[in-house]
């Protein structure tokens, strides 16, 4: 199986992937420790793919997203973007958004606590 094959398997057979150095409970990089840790706090169930583990991987995910960074973060089999992106979707509110519309559980709360503490 190719890397693109394992990676379309993988964001098709979860709701929540996240493609990152290191995995959600150690991980190593501080970007993919930001974007861990927010989906964590959040309580967000979701699949995470170590690309250090895997250089096929690791170039795989860029070229199937046409993005060039780690980490990467899919919902509902949907490319939403990396660190930059995902903290500014929290502190706005369209991460919420986004996992309502798409039927993701998570911690509304919590959400709210991130945006409260980043005002």
């Not at 989906?39 to 699949?47: C, E, I, K, Q, R």
Request: a negative charge.
């Amino acid at each position: 199986m190719s890397a693109q094959d394992t990676i379309r398997d993988t964001v098709a057979a979860h709701d929540v992937v996240l493609f990152m150095k290191g995995t959600k409970m150690m991980p190593q990089c501080g970007f993919s420790s930001r974007v861990a840790g927010v989906l964590n706090y959040m309580g967000v169930d979701f699949a995470d793919v170590n690309v250090l583990e895997d250089p096929e991987i690791r170039q795989g995910i860029k070229d199937f997203s046409e993005w060039p960074t780690i980490p990467q973060l899919y919902v509902k089999g949907e490319f939403v973007g990396g660190c930059d992106i995902v903290t500014e979707m929290t502190l706005s509110g369209e991460l919420d958004q986004l996992f309502e519309s798409k039927g993701v559980a998570y911690d509304k709360e919590a959400a709210d606590k991130i945006r409260e503490a980043n005002a």
